[in-house]
């Protein structure tokens, strides 16, 4: 079974515009971590915000925010006020005992900054 | 030099060259991971080492070949490789391999093409 899920193979949106990028996760696990990244044409993985299965407040980091939604076991992405360089490719990935501790990955949202 | 490096940046070689793909990471982490990436399907977990111990052996063919001969460095020697694995490699580190909590951080990838 999947364990997460990224339901938008791609995403045009207008510069300026926030954009919710969707995932959903599967654990049996009542600890684990959610990650976000991001990936540009360029090809590295860069880190962005993370969301402990613990924590009480959303996570924000600058114009990215993680709406957590622990019964839907949801875990949305939020940028606010895009930008031409937001474009890349989005992964959201969990982490669990299940897994021992590696990074379960989604198949990725392509997000395209329309100007 | 900040965070995960790798070397090259890109790799072009014949079916019978031998070569070696090199990461470094400069955050004080004790775990490091090797993944391949192919067009249009998800990270695949490759190898993990944990404090130079490999702890993670995905099916990857003898092919390839790690090694890690100290907490900040990374080596993947590549012998005799089919055009298939043709992708880009991506080298992570984290602070260590055992909560949910550990995030990894990213180099920028080796694009790999095997004529």
């Known amino acids: 079974a999947q364990k997460i899920t990224q339901t938008q193979p791609g995403m045009f949106v207008q510069e300026k515009e926030a954009v919710t990028l969707d995932c959903t996760y599967d654990t049996s696990d009542p600890s684990y971590g959610l990650f976000w990244y991001k990936q540009p044409s360029s090809g590295e993985m860069i880190f962005l915000i993370y969301?402990?299965?613990?924590d009480q407040q959303n996570a924000t980091e600058g114009r990215y925010s993680l709406n957590f939604q622990k019964a839907r076991k949801s875990a949305n992405l939020v940028i606010s006020a895009s930008q031409l360089g937001d474009s890349a490719m989005y992964f959201c990935a969990m982490s669990d005992r299940d897994s021992n501790y590696q990074l379960i990955w989604g198949a990725g949202t392509k997000l395209i900054i329309k100007p | 030099e900040t965070g995960v490096t790798q070397t090259p940046r890109h790799l072009v070689m014949g079916m019978t060259n031998k070569k070696s793909l090199k990461c470094e990471q400069h955050l004080g982490h004790n775990a490091m991971y090797w993944y391949k990436q192919s067009a249009k399907k998800p990270l695949e977990l490759m190898f993990v080492y944990n404090f130079k111990e490999q702890t993670e052996n995905n099916s990857v063919p003898s092919r390839f070949s790690p090694e890690c001969p100290n907490s900040s460095h990374l080596f993947l020697h590549l012998h005799t490789l089919q055009p298939e694995d043709s992708a880009l490699y991506l080298c992570?580190?984290?602070?260590?391999?055992?909560?949910?909590?550990?995030?990894?951080?990213f180099g920028p990838g080796t694009r790999l093409t095997v004529l």
């Open positions: 992570a580190s984290s602070q260590d391999q055992d909560s949910s909590t550990d995030t990894q951080y």
């Open positions: 969301q402990g299965s613990y």
